[in-house]
């Protein structure tokens, strides 16, 4: 299983809010699993069942979330200072990655998001089941990250993950309801 690191406050010891922010992490990561219905005392409350909508993966999902971590590693971010990775798994189970990429004329820069995506669709991949994003702190996909994935799979799982061992996750559909499409305006 992904560990959260670095672990280490000041002193060079885990403080208790990233011991907190971890243990946080790995039992929700041992009840997306099925593993663990019980582990003992938390501070955050564990969520034993997936909300409506969102269906969890099992293995796999380790397996995506350390190719985000990885992909955030590559980020090239030298004007924000906010390094981003991202990977997708495929229907048929490939994953791709991507890390956001940032120009001195900022609006070319391209999100990790949209670089894991269009990684995969120039392989020939259309259909998607989950898309890690991790960062530093949990940061949401843009807007243009949401219409772009959802041109391909409006209800697929978006995962936001962080180095502090921090997991939220939801349907892609609850993040961008009304996705532009030709042929749906009113
Ligand atoms: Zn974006």
């Given at each position: 299983m992904w560990e959260a690191s670095p672990l280490g406050g000041a002193s060079g010891k885990p403080d208790a809010d990233q011991k907190c922010a971890v243990r946080s992490y790995l039992l929700t990561a041992l009840a997306i699993d099925g593993m663990s219905k019980k582990s003992g005392k938390s501070c955050y409350p564990v969520r034993k069942a997936p909300p409506q909508g969102v269906k969890f993966m099992s293995r796999k999902f380790d397996e995506l979330?350390?190719?985000?971590?990885?992909?955030?590693?590559?980020?090239?971010?030298?004007?924000?200072?906010?390094?981003?990775?991202?990977a997708i798994l495929t229907e048929d189970g490939d994953i791709y990655s991507g890390c956001n990429v940032e120009n001195s004329s900022y609006g070319l820069t391209i999100c990790a998001e949209r670089g894991a995506l269009f990684k995969a669709i120039s392989e020939g991949k259309r259909r998607f089941k989950s898309v890690v994003v991790f960062s530093d702190r949990l940061a949401y996909p843009c807007g243009a990250c949401l219409q772009v994935l959802a041109e391909f799979s409006p209800e697929m799982e978006v995962c936001l993950a962080s180095s502090k061992g921090e997991l939220k996750k939801f349907n892609l559909r609850d993040l961008l309801p009304q996705p532009f499409a030709i042929g749906n305006e009113q």
């Open positions: 979330i350390d190719r985000a971590r990885q992909a955030q590693s590559k980020a090239y971010a030298p004007y924000s200072k906010f390094k981003v990775g991202a």
